[in-house]
């Protein structure tokens, strides 16, 4: 049975007889996933249990970079709120860290935080720093590469940005937390495309869980066709939205069964289609990560360790997927 199977389903247990209609969390987790939370940051195998973990704070972006054979090899990761460190999974030491704080200041003493950040194809690591409010890019020395100014119309070092991305044709998609809104850069900096997160009529409600409502967008990919797959943060939905900016897709709250979507967080596209959506701060009956596709909107697979992980898990990534992955 998947661990989540829709219909009636006829059980027998000690000579009685139930029926159940809707989802039910019938098994363990079949993807294999990194992620944080509890204080540790950790690999889960695809039963549900802990294969490799080491004590960790939280985090708001992660990558898992593989060797030529396609095995993760290292994990880059924030340290604390101006750190990014690349880690050996193999002995669990640093071995690779830039400090934002410190290093290629224009201001030394301006605060800075790091919610994103991205190893590049060419082996620099883009960042995303929020106070300066600018993209950097780095080489592996430290060295500045390159750095390009963010629009932000309520600047805090807290909620600049949230994920950033650099997309193939060398912009940059950024979500701006505190703005609400998703913007793409070009190469210079100029703002060549704008969404603000629709508040659909509603008033904000502060909070972190499903009774909170805003527009604090976490997440943006670009779709193969064009799109822009945005998960709204705590707008609770994962909305499509066209170069033009139409709506031609959503997930809303409480759409999908027995499941409550909170502070929506990350995206990630598998190559089958599927979208596996980040459900974050969404308490102890709902899960951490949930798989879906978007064509029926079937739950076909969820992440539900709210009891290993706690109620804060921002981010994650799959390691068994083989093919290209939006992320």
Same mark, same amino acid.
């Given at each position: 049975?998947?661990?989540?199977?829709?219909?009636?389903?006829?059980?027998?247990?000690?000579?009685?007889?139930?029926?159940?209609?809707?989802?039910?969390?019938? $098994?363990?987790?079949? &993807? @294999? =996933? %990194?992620?944080?939370?509890?204080?540790?940051? !950790? *690999? #889960?195998?695809?039963?549900?249990?802990?294969?490799?973990?080491?004590?960790?704070?939280?985090?708001?972006?992660?990558?898992?970079?593989?060797?030529?054979?396609?095995?993760?090899?290292?994990?880059?990761? $924030?340290?604390?709120? &101006? @750190? =990014? %460190?690349?880690?050996?999974?193999?002995?669990? !030491? *640093? #071995?690779?860290?830039?400090?934002?704080?410190?290093?290629?200041?224009?201001?030394?003493?301006?605060?800075?935080?790091?919610?994103?950040?991205?190893?590049?194809?060419?082996?620099?690591?883009?960042?995303?720093?929020?106070?300066?409010? @600018?993209?950097?890019?780095?080489?592996?020395?430290?060295?500045?590469?390159?750095?390009?100014?963010?629009?932000?119309?309520?600047?805090?070092?807290?909620?600049?940005?949230?994920?950033?991305?650099?997309?193939?044709?060398?912009?940059?998609?950024?979500?701006?937390?505190?703005?609400?809104?998703?913007?793409?850069?070009?190469?210079?900096?100029?703002?060549?495309?704008?969404?603000?997160?629709?508040?659909?009529?509603?008033?904000?409600?502060?909070?972190?869980?499903?009774?909170?409502?805003?527009?604090?967008?976490?997440?943006?990919?670009?779709?193969?066709?064009?799109?822009?797959?945005?998960?709204?943060?705590?707008?609770?939905?994962?909305?499509?939205?066209?170069?033009?900016?139409?709506?031609?897709?959503?997930?809303?709250?409480?759409?999908?069964?027995?499941?409550?979507?909170?502070?929506?967080?990350?995206?990630?596209?598998?190559?089958?289609?599927?979208?596996?959506?980040?459900?974050?701060?969404?308490?102890?009956?709902?899960?951490?990560?949930?798989?879906?596709?978007?064509?029926?909107?079937?739950?076909?697979?969820?992440?539900?360790?709210?009891?290993?992980?706690?109620?804060?898990?921002?981010?994650?990534?799959?390691?068994?997927?083989?093919?290209?992955?939006?992320?």
């Amino acid at each position: 049975m998947s661990r989540y199977s829709n219909g009636l389903v006829v059980c027998c247990l000690l000579g009685m007889v139930c029926s159940v209609s809707g989802p039910l969390f019938a $098994q363990k987790t079949s &993807h @294999r =996933v %990194v992620t944080q939370g509890n204080g540790k940051l !950790a *690999i #889960v195998d695809g039963q549900g249990d802990i294969e490799w973990e080491m004590p960790w704070g939280g985090i708001h972006d992660i990558h898992v970079i593989a060797n030529e054979a396609g095995q993760p090899q290292t994990v880059m990761v $924030q340290q604390g709120n &101006h @750190r =990014v %460190v690349e880690i050996n999974i193999a002995n669990k !030491a *640093i #071995v690779w860290q830039y400090d934002s704080s410190e290093q290629n200041r224009d201001a030394p003493g301006e605060k800075v935080e790091i919610h994103a950040f991205q190893p590049l194809d060419n082996g620099d690591v883009m960042i995303a720093e929020s106070g300066p409010a @600018r993209i950097i890019e780095v080489d592996r020395e430290g060295k500045l590469v390159k750095q390009i100014p963010l629009e932000v119309d309520r600047p805090h070092p807290h909620t600049d940005t949230r994920l950033a991305r650099k997309l193939t044709n060398g912009n940059y998609l950024v979500c701006h937390e505190g703005d609400g809104k998703v913007r793409q850069y070009d190469g210079r900096g100029k703002v060549v495309w704008e969404y603000e997160i629709p508040m659909f009529g509603r008033e904000p409600k502060g909070g972190h869980g499903p009774e909170s409502f805003g527009n604090k967008v976490f997440g943006a990919v670009q779709l193969n066709n064009g799109n822009i797959l945005i998960a709204t943060g705590n707008g609770h939905s994962v909305i499509e939205v066209t170069p033009e900016k139409e709506i031609v897709w959503s997930v809303t709250q409480n759409e999908l069964p027995n499941i409550n979507l909170a502070w929506v967080t990350t995206l990630e596209v598998l190559p089958n289609g599927h979208y596996v959506i980040g459900n974050c701060h969404a308490g102890p009956d709902n899960p951490l990560l949930v798989e879906i596709d978007p064509k029926t909107k079937r739950v076909v697979w969820v992440f539900d360790e709210f009891e290993t992980f706690g109620n804060s898990v921002p981010n994650s990534q799959l390691l068994d997927v083989s093919g290209e992955v939006i992320r």
